[in-house]
Every structure is written in structure tokens, then in C-alpha cells.
């Protein structure tokens, strides 16, 4: 790729969904630190409907994570993991 990039960040807004499904997240950002505006999705999924079982903040959090690094991946190639920023955040 040959293309300097700074810190890549990523954002992720979890959710508390009810005492049956705990946790999930609803939205990430992601600054791939190329300068433009950070990437913001609303997550459609939920944790609890692929899992089919109570998922703790720490589960749904590994999860989004997951996710976040095939985004990264797609975007930067194969970018270190130390240079990842991980900021979690919660919504009502």
C-alpha cells in the first residue's frame, strides 16, 4: 500500500438491551488516520439475535471488535493491533 497512516481509532457505543440479552452495540466510528472524516455506522444487529444468549458488556464489546478489525483490514491491509486506538462508550 506504501500510504503513512497515523493511529487508526475506532468508537464503539454499547447498549444495554434487557436483563435477558445484556448487551450490544449500536453504532461505531472509525478514523482510519488518513485524514478524512471518521467513518459512523449504526449497527443493525444486535448481539443477542445472533447468539441467541445473554452476552456480557465484554462479550458484545470482543464482538464489535471482530468486526471493526475486517473494516480495518479491508482499509489499511494488515495494520498493527498496538496502533489501534479502542474507546467504548454507553448509550441508554
Known sequence: MGEIMGEVSAQIQMQAIDDNFGWTYSQWTIDYGKGRIPDTEH????????S????SKEEAFAEAQGRIRVKIRTECGDFP????????????
Do not use: G, L, N
Open 43 to 50: 449497527v443493525k444487529i444486535k448481539c443477542s439475535e445472533t
Open 52 to 55: 441467541q444468549r445473554y452476552m
Open 81 to 92: 493491533e498496538d496502533k489501534i486506538k479502542w474507546e467504548c462508550t454507553e448509550s441508554a
